[in-house]
T-cell receptor
Framework: DAGVIQSPRHEVTEMGQEVTLRCKPI?????LFWYRQTMMRGLELLIY????????DSGMPEDRFSAKMPNASFSTLKIQPSEPRDSAVYFC?????????????FGEGSWLTVV | EDQVTQSPEALRLQEGESSSLNCSYT??????LFWYRQDPGKGPEFLFT???AGEEKEKERLKATLTKKESFLHITAPKPEDSATYLC???????????FGTGTRLKVLA
């Protein structure tokens, strides 16, 4: 069974450019998470969706960041305009909700460098 | 505020030298505590879920335990391939948010 699929795996872009990261969650999972990982702050939750609806976006750093989930099998995280401090690894993860603690499964990440 | 603190930040062990990693947490009602392993350049890989104090889970050389305030990941007779960053996360009741610690970087020397 395919895991969480992210693209691109690596992106280098110039400051001010728009960046779009993509994610395909595990089929059947109804929760989707976007995390950012840096050496200084570790894994930070940016936003999560349930059944394609954003539930908590309190971790989105500022208005330059936006996320959408148009259907159950696709989500995007967009940064516009990008800044050097956005350089990080962005992970998408998904889980099957309901019941007690629900394991989330991560993709391989999108490594973003803004120069 | 829900919080997870892991210690030590980094740990170097000789092959076969057993040790434990700590995850202290503060959460308003625990829904679950999770351990992940992360290799360089990879996404976190799920290891264990613990739900209530007193629970234990084992997988090969790893054993995770849980109390009301902390969890331990015990590594017995580690091998170089156990070298990785180990992450702890908690999920509070009433939410599906996962709060991660900053991890313990483990290096096992042959």
């Amino acid at each position: 069974d395919a895991g969480v699929i992210q693209s691109p795996r690596h992106e280098v872009t110039e400051m001010g450019q728009e960046v779009t990261l993509r994610c395909k969650p595990i089929s059947g999972h109804d929760y989707l998470f976007w995390y950012r990982q840096t050496m200084m702050r570790g894994l930070e939750l940016l936003i999560y969706f349930n059944n394609n609806v954003p539930i908590d976006d309190s971790g989105m750093p500022e208005d330059r960041f936006s996320a959408k989930m148009p259907n159950a099998s696709f989500s995007t995280l967009k940064i516009q305009p990008s800044e050097p401090r956005d350089s990080a690894v962005y992970f998408c993860a998904s889980s099957l909700g309901g019941g007690t603690g629900n394991t989330i499964y991560f993709g391989e990440g999108s490594w973003l460098t803004v120069v | 505020e829900d919080q997870v603190t892991q210690s030590p930040e980094a740990l170097r062990l000789q092959e076969g030298e057993s040790s434990s990693l700590n995850c202290s947490y503060t959460v308003s009602g625990l829904r679950g505590l999770f351990w992940y392993r992360q290799d360089p350049g990879k996404g976190p890989e799920f290891l264990f879920t613990l739900y209530s104090a007193g629970e234990e889970k084992e997988k090969e050389r790893l054993k995770a335990t849980l109390t009301k305030k902390e969890s331990f990941l015990h590594i017995t007779a580690p091998k170089p391939e156990d070298s990785a960053t180990y992450l702890c996360a908690v999920q509070a009741k009433g939410t599906y948010k996962y709060i991660f610690g900053t991890g313990t970087r483990l290096k096992v020397l042959a």
